[in-house]
């Protein structure tokens, strides 16, 4: 009998990561009308074009020009959509729709490189040493993309419903009555961070090195804060409350004019929440998507703080016996009743709706429906190495101006729900989908 060598099930494994990553984003390109590619729904961002052409663009100079040094075949394109932006201090971009080539154009170029990768990866040496070993940069691809799936679903979100072509996304759960503000004792114990290098788990290098933390006894939200718990602080007036924000994030506040969460909108004296296609009456039951300025305002003004990335972990995979989990249900891998995540629906659920993803305190929804905001600054763990072929990717944030998510959204891939898993944003960008729960000391 003809059995397939560890190598190449792992070559075939990424190669069908690789094709659904593509899927998962061609479907996202599909939706769009034409008029909807050069627009700019977020003025922080690089115009729709730009990411139709980068998730290429990436996987080549990573791939094709970086690790197997193959001279380009298109370098005006390589360079210009290699990278995206992350602008600080209102230096938005101010590039213009004509700066952009034609569709077509960036179409046999994404078909181009989609060959080649095909058949580097048909040909590449996984069982070496190095970056090629296991299949690392490969895994980077893939990841990149499926990361870039959510960036441009936050993206998208924001474009006029009718550039869009409405998908499926599972059926909406229906509103639910109002939960306690119920929250948990968490004992004393460790939390473990990271990643140690020895292992054969796939980790960016801001994953690494494996870290421990004593995590004193602390008390966290069972469930996210909602739209409902939220509209208390919105109508006691706490956006105008300067007691509760720190003096950078009372200067924006200010000089935005916020006064809401970016995600709602007031028709007729009446709140309401816009979602992918559409605009709905305020569920008050599902988690509030708000920035870390806003969250932290929240929190001050409920008497409580926002979790370290340390007590996050502790409360997630912790348990009474002092053992730690891969997941916060245990160690089966994730699945659809785990929790909402995984392009399996473009709306939250209710906080709540996924009891068999708790973890062993008794909290929810720690996976999925909302990335999480903690107030850990995102800095490297000790022993904190860069990628050689992405040396930007995390110590290029390392400003400490980026603070730690933890969890994921609807639109986080099954891959990046592993433990170790950290995501990072500025504090005053609203267009995505976080959410936060607090603590008391």
């Known amino acids: 009998m003809y059995h397939t060598s560890p190598v190449e099930e792992h070559r075939d494994s990424l190669r069908s990561r690789l094709a659904y990553a593509r899927r998962v984003t061609d479907s996202l390109f599909e939706m769009l009308k034409p008029e909807a590619l050069l627009s700019r729904p977020i003025r922080e961002r690089h115009r729709v074009i730009f990411y139709l052409g980068h998730l290429e663009a990436f996987d080549w100079n990573l791939l094709g020009r970086t690790t197997f040094a193959i001279d380009p075949f298109n370098a005006e394109f390589d360079d210009l959509f290699a990278f995206g932006i992350d602008p600080v201090d209102d230096s938005f971009p101010d590039d213009v729709p004509s700066d952009w080539p034609r569709r077509e154009f960036v179409d046999a170029y994404v078909r181009e490189v989609r060959s080649k990768v095909d058949r580097l990866l048909a040909r590449a040496d996984l069982d070496t040493t190095g970056n090629l070993h296991n299949g690392k940069v490969f895994d980077v691809a893939v990841e990149h993309r499926l990361m870039h799936a959510e960036t441009l679903a936050y993206m998208l979100h924001w474009l006029p419903f009718g550039w869009k072509r409405p998908l499926e996304g599972g059926s909406r759960l229906p509103d639910r009555p109002g939960r306690r503000d119920e929250q948990v004792p968490v004992p004393a114990g460790v939390a473990t961070l990271g990643l140690a290098r020895d292992g054969s788990i796939f980790g960016w290098d801001n994953e690494f090195d494996l870290t421990r933390a004593e995590v004193p006894d602390f008390r966290i ?8 718990q939220f509209l208390d602080f919105v109508e006691s007036g706490g956006y105008a409350d300067r007691s509760l924000w ?61 979790p370290t990335e340390a007590q996050l972990h502790r409360a997630a995979y912790g348990t009474p016996a002092g053992e730690e989990r891969p997941y916060p249900w245990g160690d089966e891998p994730p699945d659809a009743s785990r929790g909402n995540f995984d392009f399996n629906r473009w709306d939250p659920a209710p906080v709540g709706s996924y009891r068999k993803g708790d973890s062993a305190f008794g909290v929810s929804d720690l996976l999925g429906n909302g990335w999480e905001w903690t107030s850990t600054l995102f800095r490297p763990f000790d022993g904190f190495e860069r990628f050689e072929f992405y040396p930007g990717y995390s110590a290029d944030f390392f400003d400490d101006n980026h603070f730690v998510m933890k969890g994921g959204s609807t639109q986080t891939s099954m891959s990046m729900l592993r433990r170790s898993f950290r995501n990072w944003f500025q504090p005053h960008y609203p267009n995505i989908y976080a959410t936060f729960r607090c603590i008391e000391s």
């Open 221 to 228: 939200d069972a469930h996210n804060v909602t739209n409902r």
């Open 246 to 306: 720190s003096d950078d994030d009372w200067a924006w506040r200010s000089r935005e004019g916020i006064g809401h969460p970016r995600f709602w909108e007031l028709h007729d004296g009446r709140w309401m929440i816009r979602n992918m296609f559409d605009v709905r009456c305020l569920p008050g039951s599902w988690p509030v998507y708000v920035s870390h300025a806003e969250a932290s305002a929240y929190a001050r003004w409920a008497g409580r703080s926002l």
